[in-house]
Structure formats: structure tokens, C-alpha cells
């Protein structure tokens, strides 16, 4: 447990680190708006990280254009578009909903859906095979009778 | 009796189904191995080519565009001199330079210029010419992440297809020239 915590904090400040020394004069506001925007993007050269955690050439190129991008007043959207127009759709953590992706995110609720379908059914099948496979047993006027008087025997028996 | 081919089969099923639905997901995690995870589908096919003007390699006082190349089917390789796999490639952009295949126009890519016209001279020069794309901007623009990449343009300046990683000559064979000859058509 330590030994993972010491590398989640390694890893943590070698991100950390690589950024603070890539500009000279870095603007807080410019690099706050980036670190939320640079975690959305993917660094195509390694692919899984994000443009925020990855020290690739490549990473620092795009990271330097969205500083340049953020300074001139660009949305969020409009650098997010920016990218996907150069790397694809690819580019994005989180990837848009169109025809290539509807089967991704349909998937998950089908399933969950699908299998409750399921369920349902197998629950209503074995509720109604149990109720054929044990009848309600057919009054027998003698056993009854019995147990009446077995019953009230035990009245009698309390009362005693 | 119905009853009881009706239960075989509904145990029949339980245990066809899991087992035809890892099938399934084996056949495409086998499709998923096969697949080059850095070949990721570009959105500039069947798009202009973004313009841009830079200047040439080596004549730094000229510069190139794309637009110089319109009516001409073309290609534009990304190469640096620090790029390896761009060694493995060279033969193969020498050998078509050398039987007068196609134009390639080099856009030498985040390199100093003295080191680009070394490497050229060490292993040959397929270029028509090189830009020289100092900071990286135009690699940018054409959504290059790792060199070598090579775009086919056609004559209307429209970017048809994409080579990630270096050429080999069965890309030629197979790829290139079936479709400089339909783009040449």
C-alpha cells in the first residue's frame, strides 16, 4: 500500500513538475483553464495518457498551442473542436455520440435492460412452475376432523 | 412429454448461450489484436489540404505551398533527421523519386536546418523540395503525431489517403500506385 502511494505521488509530482518548467512566466488563470482542458485530450503519441500527464514532444506542442488559444479569448469548445478537426474524434476522453460511437453508448443500457427483461421472465417461469409442481393439498374431511380434535385436546391440555 | 423437451432445451440454451457469447467476444477481441492501435483514422481524408506557407528547406529566402502543386497528383512526407523510422522508409522515397513515380514534397518537421541537409546528403534526397517546419505548426495542421506520415494529394488539392509509420515497398505495390493511377486517371 505504501509502495503504490509513493508511486501515485511520484507520478503525480513528475506531472506536475514537467509543466511548471515549460514556460517562463506561466499566467495562473491560462494554466488553470488548461489543466482542466489538456485532461480531456488525448496525446496521440502515447496514447493513454492525456495531453496534461504526457511529457511527449507532441504533448508539449498541443498543450502550447491551447495556452496560445486560451490567451486569445478561444471557448473551451472552440479548442476542443480545433483538435478534433486535426486528430479526430480520436483526440477526446470522452468520445462524441455519432453513428461510429451510438453502439458504445446505446451498449451499456441495452445490457441492463436486456438482462432485467431477463430476470423478470425467468422469475415470473419458475414462480409459476412451482405453483403447478405443489397443487394446494384436497381437504380430506377425516385428517381434518383429526386435527381438529387434536387441537382441541391441547386447549383442554392448557387449560389443565 | 412437452414438458420435459421444453426444460432439455432451456438447459440446452444455458449453456449454448454464455458459450456462443464468449464466441463472440473472442472473435472480436481476436479482430482487436490484429489492429495497429497507432493507426488512428484521419479526418482529413477526402478534405482540402490545409494551407500554409513555409519556407523551403534549402532556400531559406523561398517559400512553399501547397497551392504550387495544384494540378498535380502529389505526395507529402513528413520526415525529420532525427526520426528513425524515417531511415527505415528513405529507400523506398529514393527508389520512387528515382523512377519518376510521384512528386514528394518533404515537410521536414521540427528540425534544424543543418542537421536536415546533412541527413539529406548522407541518405539521398527523394524531394522535390522540403518546408521547413521549424516549430511544429504545420505538423498541427495536418494532425501529425509521429513522423514519418505521408499524405496523398490529389490535383484538386484534396488530401486522399494518409500513411502512418514508414512506407514499405509492398504499400507501394499495393496502396500507392493503384491509387496514383486512379487519382492520375
Known amino acids: 500500500m505504501k509502495k503504490v502511494l509513493a508511486t501515485l505521488f511520484l507520478a503525480a509530482s513528475a506531472g506536475a513538475w514537467a509543466q511548471s518548467t515549460e514556460i517562463a512566466n506561466p499566467d495562473p488563470k491560462v494554466e488553470a483553464r488548461l489543466k482542466v482542458i489538456a485532461h480531456e485530450l488525448r496525446c496521440l503519441v502515447c496514447q493513454n495518457q492525456t495531453i496534461a500527464d504526457s511529457d ?60 432485467l427483461a431477463g430476470l423478470a421472465l425467468m422469475i415470473r417461469r419458475r414462480r409459476d412452475a412451482m405453483a403447478a409442481a405443489a397443487p394446494a393439498p384436497a381437504p380430506d374431511p377425516a385428517r381434518r376432523k383429526e386435527i381438529e380434535a387434536l387441537l382441541a385436546g391441547d386447549e383442554d391440555a392448557k387449560r389443565g | ?127 522535390l523540395l522540403s518546408a521547413w517546419d521549424i516549430d511544429g505548426k504545420v505538423g498541427i495542421d495536418y494532425g501529425v503525431y509521429g513522423a514519418p506520415e505521408t499524405f496523398v494529394i490529389d490535383k484538386q488539392g484534396v488530401i486522399r489517403y494518409k500513411h502512418i509509420g514508414p512506407i514499405s515497398p509492398q504499400d507501394v505495390e499495393k496502396i500507392l500506385l493503384p491509387l496514383f493511377a486512379k487519382l492520375n486517371a
Open chain 2, 1 to 127: 412429454m412437452a414438458g420435459e423437451s421444453g426444460g432439455n432445451a432451456m438447459k440446452t440454451l444455458k449453456y449454448v448461450v454464455p458459450l456462443a457469447i464468449f464466441g463472440i467476444l473472442c472473435v472480436f477481441l481476436a479482430i482487436g489484436l490484429t489492429k495497429d492501435p497507432r493507426k488512428v483514422p484521419s479526418p482529413f481524408i477526402d478534405k482540402p489540404a490545409p494551407a500554409f506557407t513555409l519556407a523551403k528547406l534549402h532556400e531559406p529566402e523561398a517559400t512553399f505551398s501547397p497551392e504550387q502543386m495544384k494540378g498535380k497528383v502529389w505526395m507529402l512526407n513528413v520526415w525529420a533527421s532525427w526520426c528513425v523510422s524515417c531511415r527505415v522508409e528513405h529507400p523506398v522515397l529514393n527508389d520512387m523519386s528515382r523512377k519518376g513515380i510521384v512528386a514528394i514534397v518533404g515537410l521536414n518537421y521540427k528540425d534544424q536546418r543543418a542537421d536536415a541537409t546533412k541527413w539529406l546528403q548522407q541518405h539521398g534526397n527523394p524531394y
Open chain 1, 56 to 115: 511527449a514532444p507532441l504533448a508539449v506542442d498541443l498543450r502550447q498551442q491551447t495556452r496560445k488559444m486560451i490567451a486569445e479569448g478561444r471557448s473551451d469548445d472552440e479548442i476542443r473542436s480545433y483538435m478534433v478537426e486535426r486528430y479526430g474524434d480520436f483526440v477526446l476522453y470522452k468520445p462524441p455520440f455519432n453513428a461510429a460511437t451510438a453502439f458504445l453508448w446505446v451498449a451499456p443500457g441495452l445490457l441492463i435492460v436486456g438482462g
